[in-house]
């Protein structure tokens, strides 16, 4: 499953919101998607924050990247 697009309000930034909704992912796409086994994100490279809440939920560095419209973009996974 491709995952195209995760923004939190920047009022609400910084408070858990994001790790809280990407932590129920997983379970939610196993429940709703039952022949699904990955979820695949991109993320753009200058975005540290993204990325390092990407790895606590499990997701890995695939070692691909992708030039998007701002730029050059790591493409990441998450084995269900």
């Known amino acids: 499953m491709l995952l195209t697009a995760f923004s939190i309000n920047h009022a609400y ?6 790790k809280q909704g990407m932590s ?3 379970e939610f796409v196993q429940k709703e998607f039952l022949d699904c086994n990955e979820i695949v994100l991109a993320v753009n490279h200058k975005n540290i924050p993204a990325q390092k ?4 939920v499990g ?3 695939t070692g691909r990247t992708k030039i ?5 973009q790591y493409i990441m996974a998450l084995s269900l």
Do not use: P, T, V
């Open 13 to 18: 930034q910084g408070k858990g919101y994001a």
């Open 24 to 26: 129920l992912l997983s």
């Open 53 to 56: 809440l990407y790895m606590k």
């Open 59 to 61: 997701f890995h560095d």
């Open 68 to 72: 998007g419209r701002i730029g050059e």
